[in-house]
DNA sequence: TCAAAAGTGTTAACCATACACCCATGC
DNA sequence: GCATGGGTGTATGGTTAACACTTTTGA
């Protein structure tokens, strides 16, 4: 950083890729552009990031703007800036990545009012610009993190039962875990507090609902403890 | 990403957080500043990211402009847009890092010459900007990293003895190992390969000398091995 | 009463940890 | 011959992995 700023400047928007989680399935939240270059094609939900706003703030407005969803996990994922990325200029992007609680029916019906839609990450359709590369970028980043942060639980909602938690962790791992296992460990860590509701309107035995004890995750990870599946 | 460009642009730079290690210590190459702000406070090597190239390239070219390294493992770590990080005007700024051989003595003489210069991670000098926090968030990634992926080795020379490998470990996950213990461990991947030299110059038994073999790991993470310490 | 998923323990294999002495070399 | 670090094996405890049946509930 040596001299003060006379290069030609690109042009600085946020991303984000969108995961949910819904009937044993990973989705994703893309939103269908209207204008020109990739009319109609499905992309991230973003923008400009404006003069005074820091780029998570720009992040989460743009979320909220395109989306309609707050208050939710967001993470800053990788930055790119390929010249040749936008064909109308050169624009750097910040990719974000942000897990939502698919649970609310209310969140879903407001976004399905618009020109978004949630998709399967095995049927995703073709998206504009390199955004397929930030979605792959971000697929990487949840796995990983997946194993090793309790951020699973920013996937369902506030109260879930043991299997939905491991039917989460097949879906992101792309894996399958035995039962006794993933309930001896998951519980074993300590951080599951049993709730005295069950799940209601299932056609069968109705499992017990946990939920997940952030206070006392913070607490352990004090004293060394490490999440880990 | 909805309208063309009308907003004020932030400047857009890249800074690198370099690691090296020596002597049994992690250290961190600086370059003092010459002009406001901050005229004499030491500071991450970066500069402006031209119009045509990439953020990586840009990253590769700062580095080689102020400290004459090429050919140095770098990896994006991640980006700093706060309003006000930079006292003149808004930048925001991509950070790398980047791991060094320091064995190479050469190497160590053309950077002396210049305004930089390699400090123990314990006594870092006040720095300009924010990259003091820069800093901070690589030394967590570098952590995180070096457990599970084989990036130790690029702050050894191509060929190192056993004792200098947990060193480095220790070093960077500030642990002590056990000898006998690490030395199975890491052998026991088969990602080291025997060569028939010994280390020279020194007042007691000379070490055997191990390369890593990289083409091996390549081929065992095809096969879903996972390396970690 | 049937279908569907909930819930529960034990065993065997493997892996991580703790630990101490002799060896080779240069001075 | 002494100081310095190089190099080596075993025993124990803990963790992971494999595995199947009974229970509850609603339809």
Same mark, same amino acid.
């Given at each position: 950083?040596?001299?003060?700023?006379?290069?030609?400047?690109?042009? &600085?928007?946020?991303?984000?890729?969108?995961? =949910?989680?819904?009937?044993?399935?990973?989705?994703? *939240?893309? $939103?269908?552009r209207?204008?020109?270059?990739?009319?109609?094609?499905?992309?991230?939900?973003?923008?400009?990031?404006?003069?005074?706003?820091? &780029?998570?703030?720009?992040?989460?407005?743009?979320?909220? #703007?395109?989306t309609?969803?707050?208050?939710?996990?967001?993470?800053?994922?990788?930055?790119?800036?390929?010249? =040749?990325?936008?064909?109308?200029?050169?624009?750097?992007?910040?990719?974000?990545?942000?897990?939502? @609680? /698919?649970?609310?029916?209310?969140?879903?019906?407001?976004?399905?009012? !618009?020109?978004?839609?949630?998709?399967?990450l095995?049927?995703?359709?073709?998206?504009?610009?390199?955004?397929?590369? $930030?979605?792959?970028?971000?697929? !990487?980043?949840?796995?990983? @993190?997946?194993?090793?942060?309790?951020?699973?639980? #920013? /996937?369902?909602?506030?109260?879930?039962?043991?299997?939905?938690?491991?039917? *989460?962790?097949?879906?992101?791992?792309?894996?399958?875990?035995? @039962?006794?296992?993933?309930?001896?460990? $998951? /519980? %074993?860590? =300590? *951080?599951?507090?049993?709730?005295?509701? $069950?799940?209601?309107?299932?056609?069968?035995?109705?499992?017990?609902l946990? !939920?997940?004890? %952030?206070?006392?995750? !913070?607490? /352990?990870?004090?004293?060394?403890?490490?999440?880990?599946?």
């Open positions: 950083m040596a001299t003060t700023y006379r290069h030609a400047r690109p042009a &600085l928007t946020v991303d984000a890729v969108v995961f =949910g989680f819904d009937e044993g399935d990973i989705k994703l *939240l893309l $939103i269908q209207g204008m020109k270059p990739f009319a109609g094609r499905w992309a991230l939900p973003g923008g400009f990031v404006r003069a005074d706003e820091s &780029l998570d703030a720009a992040a989460r407005r743009e979320l909220r #703007e395109e309609g969803f707050s208050r939710v996990y967001l993470e800053q994922l990788y930055t790119f800036g390929e010249p =040749g990325r936008d064909p109308r200029e050169r624009v750097v992007t910040v990719a974000y990545y942000a897990l939502v @609680k /698919l649970g609310d029916h209310r969140v879903r019906a407001a976004t399905d009012a !618009r020109n978004a839609a949630w998709f399967c095995r049927d995703l359709p073709r998206l504009a610009f390199d955004h397929r590369a $930030i979605v792959d970028v971000a697929l !990487r980043r949840l796995k990983g @993190k997946v194993r090793y942060e309790p951020v699973g639980f #920013e /996937l369902l909602r506030a109260k879930f039962t043991l299997t939905q938690l491991q039917h *989460l962790y097949e879906a992101v791992l792309e894996v399958t875990l035995d @039962k006794r296992n993933f309930r001896k460990k $998951i /519980l %074993g860590m =300590g *951080l599951l507090v049993e709730t005295d509701e $069950i799940e209601r309107d299932v056609a069968h035995r109705a499992a017990r946990y !939920r997940f004890d %952030g206070p006392r995750y !913070r607490q /352990l990870q004090k004293k060394g403890f490490n999440f880990e599946i």
